[in-house]
């Protein structure tokens, strides 16, 4: 008898130390139950970037609107259970080879910059990061003639990684 009870008791406690300090993937979510819609406007930009902006909250409607049940719209409505906010703080263009002959560069990295907050209708503040960084590497084209510009496909990589990220966050809390 006295035996059985103390195995019970290294039983509970050795399923106790397993537990400690997991949970299943999408169970820590910054979202409060019951919500159901959720409003992304169009991010704000601090930069000279053209379309950055656009990428970026298509690629967030998408991933929302992919990976959950709710009601994703590009609007700031106040009717919303919540609203994503997003700033583009930064972003630059930096050559990564150089070639001294042709005097040309012919790949580069772009970096980005943001910062987003996501609030319940109430204000209250769910999840907020002001320190997003993404990097996306691209290849130029230095035959003039034949020349394609890849930065906008170099944009939408780095929109979609962006979005798949904060996505996650959002709902897995890593």
């Known amino acids: 008898m006295r035996r059985s009870a103390v195995l019970i008791s290294i039983a509970a406690f050795l399923l106790g130390l397993t537990a400690c300090g997991y949970h299943a993937v999408g169970s820590a979510t910054h979202l409060p139950p019951g ?3 959720l409003a992304v406007p169009v991010f704000a930009t601090r930069t000279n970037s053209n379309r950055t902006e656009i990428e970026m ?4 409607i998408r991933e929302f609107a992919t990976r959950t049940r709710l009601v994703v719209t590009p609007n700031d409505n106040s009717d919303a259970d919540a609203t994503l906010h997003g700033t583009i703080l930064s972003q630059t263009v930096a050559p990564l080879n150089y070639n001294s002959q042709t005097q040309q560069s012919s790949s580069y990295l772009i970096t980005l910059v943001a910062a987003v ?3 319940a209708r109430d ?6 990061n002001n320190n997003y960084v993404f990097r996306q590497e ?3 084209t230095t035959d003039l003639p ?3 510009d890849e930065s906008p ?4 990589r780095l929109s979609r990684d ?7 966050d959002v709902l897995e809390s890593f």
């Open 123 to 128: 204000g209250r503040v769910l999840y907020q």
């Open 117 to 119: 907050t996501l609030k």
């Open 162 to 168: 962006f979005a798949r990220a904060l996505v996650a």
């Open 35 to 37: 919500t159901k819609t």
């Open 153 to 156: 496909a170099a944009v939408q």
């Open 57 to 60: 909250t298509t690629a967030v």
């Open 138 to 140: 691209y290849q130029a």
């Open 146 to 148: 034949s020349f394609l």
